[in-house]
C-alpha cells in the first residue's frame, strides 16, 4: 500500500527507521508488509559514495525528498550527512519536483545514476517512466517497490521457472504442489495491477490464466475484468482474498521439495508471496491424489485449515420433553388426567427413548435457552406423534410419491416457498414484493375478527378458537404487502401462527397468520437478504444476505442476538441444526460454515463446492449435512469429524432444494434442470461410519458411486423446482413456478 | 435479436461486453437496460466532473476531475457491503453478550411497539376498484402532451388522484418507492417529463396500465420535489432500472 496514504504517520516512522534504510539485499525488502513501512534492517555502514547499492540510493534520495516536501530541514541534513549524499544527487530526481526548487541538478547526473540503477539491479526500463512521469507519488511509487518485490516483467519468468520445476518433480509430488498455481497467479496478477503495471499485468494473465483449474474459471473472468488499481476498490470479494491467507494443505514431504527450490534458487520472490499470502497447512502422511484435491479443492480462501474442523460439535438432538407432556407414551405414570382421550402408543420412534441417560454427543437442555412449550405446542406434538405412526417408511424399494405444487402464471417471479410443518399451509415469496399464503388442504385461511367483535363471544365455549376466526374473511390464499423488492426467503414458524419472509429491500418481515398482517420489519443487513429460516423450536430465526453475514434473530430483539462473520462472498442459505444450537450458512465463496448458537463461532468450515452454494439440509439425526450448489453436485458432510462423506452427481444445473425424508432414508433433490432426484442417504451414509483412518488425516476417498445411489429421476415438463417438503407421512411435496420458455 | 446491421454500435459493444463477461443468455431487454444504465451513469459522472473542474477553475476537464467524480459517486450510489474486519470485530462484541433468557407464558413475543409495524395508520383498499376509474383518467396526461397547456392539467391530475396517495402506500407494486422520481422524468416519454418542473407540489402520475395489458400494475411515482432533483436517494441506484422496462 502507498505510503503517501499515511503521511502524518509516516513522518514518525520515516525519523525512526531513517538510519536503518540502507537495506541490503532483496530478501530483507521483501519483509515489507502491505502497510508500506519501510523494513528495519541493520543499517550497514555508508561511507560516502561506494557502499549503498542503487536502490538504496533511489530510497535515499526519495525519503529525502519526502522529507523536504514536509519541511523536515533538520532530518534532511542529518540524514544526508549520514548517507553521504551530494545535493545533487538527489536533486537530480526531483526532476518535476513539487518542492524542487532546487533544480539545477544535471541532467547528466540523473541520467548516470539512474542508468546505473537500471544496470545493476536489474529493473527494468518500464519503471523508469513510472517514476519520472509522477513525481507526486514518487516516495510511494519507489516504497510500493518494496512490496512489488522487484520487476514486473519477470513475474513471468517466475512463474514459468515455478511452472517447470513443478512439471518435473515426482507424480506424486505433483498434484500437491500444483494447488499453488491458482493462488500464486491471482497473488501476482493482483500484486501487478495494485502497483499500476497494467500492461504486465495483462500479460502475464494473458499467458498463464489458461493452465488454471477449470473450476476457476468463474473466478478468472472477474480478474480479467479488473486491469486497473482503482477497479479493485469497490470489489470486497477481492480485497478480502488479498488480505485473507488461501489455505493449503500439503505433505510434508512436497513442502520439504517446494522449499529447497525456492530457497535454492534466491528466487524468493515466490517464496515471498507464499509467506505473505498463503498458509500451508503441513500434515505427515502421503501425499494425495489429484482427485482428492480435486475434491475439496474450489473455495475462495482455499481449503480448511485442519484444526478450524477440530472443535467440538454438539450434533446430537435434544431430548423430546416427553415427561413434561402429560398422555404421551409414559405408560407407567399416570398422566392421563387432562381429559383428551387416552391413546397408548407403543410406538416410540422419535419420541420414545426412555432412557434417561445423555446423548454424549448432544447439547445440554438449557445450553440456549428455547422457549418453553405452550399447551398448543403439546397438542401439536400429540398430532406429531399420531401422524408418525401413519408414517411410510421409505428406502430403495420403497420410494415416496412425488406431490408436485406448479405456481402457474408467476412469470418466473417466485422466488421463495415454504411449507407448514404439517403441510397445512403454502406460502410463496414473489419477484413483486408480495407473499402469498394458500391453503394446502381444504380448510379456508380466515383471519381473526376485530376486537369489537372478540368482545361479544363467548370466551369460555370449548370451540372459542374457531370463535374468533372472521368467517367473512374465508379465502383460498392471502396476499401479504408490505415488502418493497423480491421476496427471496420465506419461513413458516413452528406453530404456525407466524410467517417470516426477507427480501432485497435489506428487512426480515414477521407476519401473522391470524391477522394476516405484517407485525415486526427487522432492519440490519443494509443489503439484500438472501435467505431467512425460523428455529425449529420457534423464537430465533437466522437471515443471510449480501452483506456476507448471517444474523441471529429473536422475535422480541428489534436488533440481532448474534452475527456470524466470517464468509468472503454473499450468505446465500441459511439452516438451524434440528437441535437449535448450530447453523449452517452456505455461500457464494463456495464454502459452507457450522456456526455454535451460543458463542458465535464458526465451528466447521466445509470446502469442495465449486460454485456456490444455494441449499443445505440436515438430515433428522443431526448427524449429516447435505449442500447444494450452482455446479450441479450434492455433497454430504459428517459434522462431527469434520468431512466430506459423498458426493452425489447427477443434476445439471443449480441445486435450489433438497430436503431428507423423515426419518433420513432418502435425500431428495430438485434443481433448475426440472427433476427431482431422490438418493439413498442411508446407504451413503453406513459406507463411512467404519472409516477411522479419515477422521485423523483429514483425507477423504470419495467412492464414484453416485449412480448406485440414485434412485429415482423425475422430469417435471419445464418447471424448476424451488422447493421440497416431505409431509410427516413421508409424502414428497415439491413446489416451483412453471417455466414456459 | 436483430441482425448486426441494424443493431447500433453501442448495442453491439454492450453485447461484447456481455460476452466476455461470461454471460450467454439473456433477454434482449437486457441490452437495452444495460445501455441505459451506462447512459446515466457516464453523464452523471461527466457532469459532476465539468462542475468540479469549473470550481478548480480549469479550462477543459481532465482526467483528475473524472476520477474524483467518479470517487464521489461510489461512496453515494455504489455503496458496498462493510470490510470484512469490521464484520470480524463487530460480531466478536455482539457475540460476547450472552443470550438472553426467555420470559414465560408472555403471549406473542414481539419487540416493544416502537419498533412494531401493528400500528398503521392507513388501510389498504381493494385494486379492483382502482383499475376502473383509473383507466379513464389516464387518457388525461396523454392527451396534454403536445400541448403547452400542460401545465394547467397537471394540477387537475393531481387532485383526483391525491386520495389514492393514502391508500396506496401500501401497495402490492414493488416498484414503487422514492427511488422510480428519478427514473421516470428521464426516460419515460416527454409526457411525464414535462408535467416534473411545473409542480412543486405532491402529484401520483399513472401509467397507462393498459399498455401493460392483463397484469395490472399501477405504477404510482410521488414526485415530491426534492426527490425529483434527482440522486440525492440513498437506495442503490443499479437497481432502479429493471423496474422501468415492465411499462414499455
Known sequence: MAAVQDGPMELDAEKETKPEILSDGTSNLSGNTASGTLSSSPLTAAPAGGAPKMEDQQTLIAVLQFLKRNKLTDSVEILRREAGLGEDQEDSLATDGSGGGKGDGDGGDAHSLLSRVSITSAVAPQNMPVKRADDQPDVSVVLSAYSQQGDPSLYQVYYSGLKNFIESVLDCHRAELSQLFYPLFVHMYLELVYNNHENEAKAFFEKFSGDQECYYQDDLRVLCGLTKKEHLKGNEALLDFRTSRFVLRISRDSYQLLKRHLQERHNNQIWNIIQEHLYIDIFDGMPRSKSQIDSMSGSLAGEARR?????????????????????????EEAENEEGKPKKKKTKKDSLGSKSKKQDPNAPQQNRIPLPELKDSDKLDKIMYMKESTKRIRLGPENLPSICFYTFLNAYQGLTAVDFTDDSSLLAGGFADSTVRVWSVTPKKLRKVKSAADLNMIDKESDDVLERIMDEKTASESKILYGHSGPVYGVSFSPDRNY??????????????????????GYKGHNYPVWDTQFSPFGYYFVS????????????????????????????????????????????????????????????????????PVHSLAFSPNGKFLASGSTDGRVLLWDIGHGLMIGELKGHTDTIYALKFSRDGEILASGSMDNTVRLWDSMKAFDEVETDDFTATTGHIHLPDNSQELLLGTYHSKSTPVTHLHFTRRNLLLAAGGYNSQ | MASPKTVPKDAQVMMQILKDMGITEYEPRVINQMLEFTYRYVTTIIEDAKIYSTHAKKSNVDADDIKLAIQCRVDQSFISPPPRDFLLDIARQKNQTPLPLIKPYTGPRLPPDRYCLTAPNYRLKSLQKKVSSSAGRITVPRLSVGAVSSRPSTPTLGTPSVQTVGTKVGTPVSLTGQRFTVQIPSSQAASVKSATPTTPTVQNVLINPSLIGSKNILITTNMVSQNSSGDSTSLKRKHEDEDDYDAL
Open chain 1, 499 to 520: 410467517l417470516l419472509s426477507s427480501s432485497e429491500d435489506g428487512t426480515v418481515r414477521l407476519w401473522s397468520l391470524l391477522t394476516f398482517t405484517c407485525l415486526v
Open chain 1, 307 to 331: 484444526e478450524v474442523n477440530k472443535a467440538k460439535v454438539f450434533y446430537g438432538l435434544l431430548k423430546e420433553p416427553e415427561i413434561e407432556v402429560p398422555l404421551d407414551d409414559e405408560d
Open chain 1, 544 to 611: 443471510g444476505g449480501h452483506d456476507r453475514v448471517a444474523r441471529l434473530w429473536a422475535t422480541d430483539h428489534y436488533q440481532p442476538l448474534r452475527i456470524f462473520a466470517g464468509h468472503l462472498a454473499d450468505v446465500t442459505c441459511t439452516r438451524f441444526h434440528p437441535n437449535s444450537n448450530y447453523v449452517a450458512t452456505g455461500s457464494t465463496d463456495r464454502t459452507v460454515r457450522l456456526w455454535d448458537v451460543l458463542n458465535g463461532n464458526c465451528v466447521r468450515i466445509f470446502t469442495g463446492h465449486k460454485g
